[in-house]
């Protein structure tokens, strides 16, 4: 009996030691176990923030170039629409340069057809007048005016050409008269010229009644006029600028 309670105080202490070993054993695992998750934790916990940190700076890099972006791009828009502004302002100053500049060139071109068109107008109403006067006046009265005004040019008429710049090769003298020259007038008319021009010339004579009387004189380009119709005609042109 003895034995026995020594064999079972022998197995219990026996079983107390292998529960207290195996206790401390499990606790000795379980406490390295717990320590390796802390520093898992720990080491999770740093990482997690560490990316949270760089997803943060990332957010603020993203949202800060978000903002430069945008900045630039409303600089851009700004810019371009100011210079669209510039370019339109520009090209409508331009295009009114140049409507100013085609109205007064049509003006201008107005006013010189205007002129030209008056200047028509007026030598074909001269020419018109001295056709009627020519149709009024009877022959008789205009070759009386004619051989008057004819032996007041001889004198005056031709002291003029002394006055007129002549050229030196003028060999030829065309007499365009209102009426056929007499040999007295002729003569006359020879003597003069030749006086005044030179010996060397050649006289050629020619018959236009539409100078209603006198005659003119064409000398090297250079023209004496002395008719009555050149008269009616610087009259007409003088009444006109007087207006």
Known sequence: MPLVLSLSAVLLLFGVG??????????????????????????????????NRQLD??????TKILAEAGEEAEEIKTRASEEMQEEKEKVLKEARLQSEQIIQQANKTRDFLMGEMDKKIQEAAVLEACDLIREVIPDEIRKETHTHRLKELLIAGLEGLENVNLPDTAREVRVISAYELTEEERFILGRELRKRVGDDIEIKEETDSGLIAGFSIAIGGVIVDGSLRHSIQEAAKNVKDRG
């Open 18 to 51: 292998i529960f207290v070993a195996v206790r401390y054993y499990v606790f000795q695992n379980v406490t390295r176990a717990t320590s390796h998750l802390d520093k898992l934790s720990e080491n999770y916990t740093r990482k997690e923030e560490e990316a």
């Open 57 to 62: 700076e990332a957010k603020e890099r993203s």
